[in-house]
């Protein structure tokens, strides 16, 4: 198995693939007030087995369109979705939210969470941009620093990562550059990394390593999650997920 089957291998039961939660979920849809009543088409980019897309359904009456990269995540989606009754408001699209089919002003609603840094979140907002429609909206969840300053070891563990790790301030300002008026942000809380992901995560690993035997990448793709989620336990103070819900104008 190649390394990138691996992963998905460890992370296609999952209830999610990154940290949330479905109270998160309904937050951020309801800082949208009454338009929430009002949406038809949503696009939730980067979705993996859909937590947020089932969520998505559950409170509103809005057709979603999920994406992924990984049919296996997308198949799980839809198991979900039919033993839950959506099978005829989500549908599926393996594709890369970097290349999207879709036409200029088809949502009312573009949903990501904890994807679009697979292309960068300046790159992303502005190439989803034009498959909103003027007034409609934009949710996405995304690494943040929560403080303008913080210990060198975090710094550059995730400035390694992802170069674009930010604060909330300059984030919202590359919305308001890029055709964007926030509507609201909150950073997302500690459950939602430690219960509802990595938790779940650090259960698997045993079976996971024992399933295919004990390999030096499997060990090593173990190894990589736990340095993350021990520098996660050091350092929460300085780093959440940030929502940041926008409108397009
Ligand atoms: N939104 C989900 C998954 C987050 S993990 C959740 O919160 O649980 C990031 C997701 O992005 C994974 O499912 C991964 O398969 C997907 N992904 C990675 N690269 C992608 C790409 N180029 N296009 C679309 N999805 C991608």
């Not at 300046?122 to 943040?144: D, F, H, M, Q």
Request: hydrophobic fraction near 35%.
């Amino acid at each position: 198995m190649t390394e990138i089957e691996l992963i998905i291998e460890l992370h296609k039961d999952a209830q999610r693939q990154g940290p949330g939660s479905y109270a998160e979920t309904v937050r951020a849809l309801d800082m949208i007030g009454d338009d929430k009543n009002t949406l038809k088409k949503i696009a939730d980019i980067g979705c993996g087995s859909g937590a947020s897309t089932l969520a998505l359904a559950k409170n509103t009456s809005a057709h979603i369109t999920a994406v992924d990269l990984f049919p296996e995540f997308l198949e799980k989606l839809q198991q979900s979705a039919n033993a839950q009754g959506y099978n005829e408001r989500i549908s599926t699209e393996t594709l890369s939210m970097d290349d999207l089919p879709f036409a200029d002003d088809e949502f009312d609603m573009i949903w990501s969470e904890g994807a679009i840094y697979n292309m960068g979140f300046e790159n992303g907002i502005k190439a989803w941009r034009k498959y909103i429609r003027t007034g409609g909206y934009l949710a996405v969840s995304e690494i943040t620093w929560k403080t303008a300053t913080r210990p060198e070891e975090i710094d550059l563990h995730w400035n390694r990562e992802y170069p674009e790790i930010d604060t909330a301030s300059n984030k919202v300002r590359i919305l308001e550059q890029n055709g964007y008026s926030l509507v609201g942000y909150f950073a997302l809380p500690e459950y939602c990394w430690i219960d509802n992901y990595y938790r779940p995560m650090q259960e698997r690993f045993s079976e996971f390593t024992d399933k295919h035997g004990n390999t030096e990448l499997a060990q090593s793709i173990v190894e990589t999650e736990r340095r993350e989620i021990a520098l996660y336990e050091t350092y929460k103070d300085y780093y959440s997920y940030g929502f940041y819900i926008a409108q397009k104008l």
